[in-house]
């Protein structure tokens, strides 16, 4: 599918990744320029430029790249964390990636190898979600890190950095974000008051097949 074939859906991505990178500030993700957001649209990636405040972007400065990272039309350099988003891409099926640098999350990544199953919720995103070892950002080395770590998973920490989590739509991807903030934000608070208990993963895998009927739309 080229950018000619899809271009409502590509003026839709593009629209999107601005009202959601919006987002990013209010909903606590991130701060100033910091965070990313992309959408895969047939062999065409959307996705945020870097360096710039999001309340000052707009659609046209979404950058539009191949699936090999080079620019279909960039007026603006795409983020620099591009690797990261294109080896979700390529990896698998999903359709939009949201990399945030939340304050829970990047705490954690800090801290811990893996964010347990402190809730029953955290089915919704694959189950524990690992953390990568620490690499440069922007570097093939990330995106290494990352691509492993999200094996069987919709959500990765990124050690020292932030998080990554991965959607059928960006709606779903950036909702995903948000779960995992507070996910790690529960976990930090109860190991603050003492060991938390934890869900089996048996458990997390029969909750997990209940959550796929639960939502609903209601449309």
Same mark, same amino acid.
């Given at each position: 599918? /080229?950018?000619?074939? $899809?271009?409502?859906?590509?003026?839709?991505?593009?629209?999107?990744?601005?009202?959601?990178?919006?987002?990013? *500030?209010?909903?606590?993700?991130? %701060?100033?320029?910091?965070?990313?957001?992309?959408?895969?649209?047939?062999?065409?990636?959307?996705? /945020?430029?870097?360096?710039?405040?999001?309340?000052?972007?707009?659609? @046209?400065? %979404? $950058?539009?790249?191949? !699936?090999?990272?080079?620019?279909?039309?960039?007026?603006?350099?795409?983020?620099?964390?591009?690797?990261?988003? &294109?080896?979700?891409?390529?990896?698998?099926?999903?359709? *939009?990636?949201?990399?945030?640098?939340?304050?829970? *999350? =990047? =705490?954690?990544?800090?801290?811990?190898?893996?964010?347990?199953?402190?809730?029953?919720?955290?089915? !919704? +995103?694959?189950?524990?979600?690992?953390?990568?070892?620490?690499? /440069?950002?922007?570097?093939?080395?990330?995106?290494?890190?990352?691509?492993? *770590?999200?094996?069987?998973?919709?959500?990765? +920490? !990124?050690?020292?950095? @932030? =998080?990554?989590? =991965?959607?059928?739509?960006?709606?779903?991807?950036?909702?995903?974000?948000?779960?995992? #903030?507070?996910?790690?934000?529960?976990?930090?608070?109860?190991?603050?008051?003492?060991?938390?208990?934890? !869900?089996?993963? #048996?458990?997390?895998?029969?909750?997990?097949?209940? &959550?796929?009927?639960? +939502?609903?739309?209601?449309?």
């Amino acid at each position: 599918m /080229t950018p000619g074939s $899809c271009g409502e859906a590509l003026r839709d991505a593009r629209e999107d990744l601005v009202a959601y990178g919006r987002r990013l *500030a209010p909903d606590g993700l991130a %701060i100033g320029t910091a965070g990313n957001l992309s959408c895969r649209v047939g062999d065409v990636v959307a996705i /945020t430029p870097r360096g710039v405040a999001y309340d000052v972007l707009s659609s @046209g400065h %979404i $950058c539009l790249m191949t !699936l090999d990272g080079e620019p279909i039309e960039a007026p603006l350099g795409p983020s620099s964390e591009l690797p990261m988003h &294109l080896s979700v891409y390529r990896g698998g099926d999903a359709a *939009a990636v949201v990399h945030t640098h939340s304050a829970f *999350a =990047t =705490t954690l990544g800090t801290l811990i190898d893996e964010l347990p199953p402190i809730h029953y919720l955290i089915s !919704l +995103l694959g189950g524990p979600v690992r953390v990568t070892p620490y690499a /440069t950002p922007g570097s093939p080395e990330l995106a290494d890190h990352m691509a492993r *770590a999200l094996e069987g998973r919709s959500a990765v +920490l !990124l050690g020292n950095h @932030g =998080t990554i989590t =991965t959607g059928d739509t960006l709606d779903q991807a950036y909702s995903r974000a948000l779960l995992l #903030e507070w996910l790690c934000s529960l976990y930090y608070r109860a190991r603050l008051l003492g060991e938390p208990r934890l !869900l089996d993963l #048996e458990e997390i895998d029969r909750v997990g097949r209940q &959550l796929e009927h639960y +939502l609903q739309d209601p449309t």
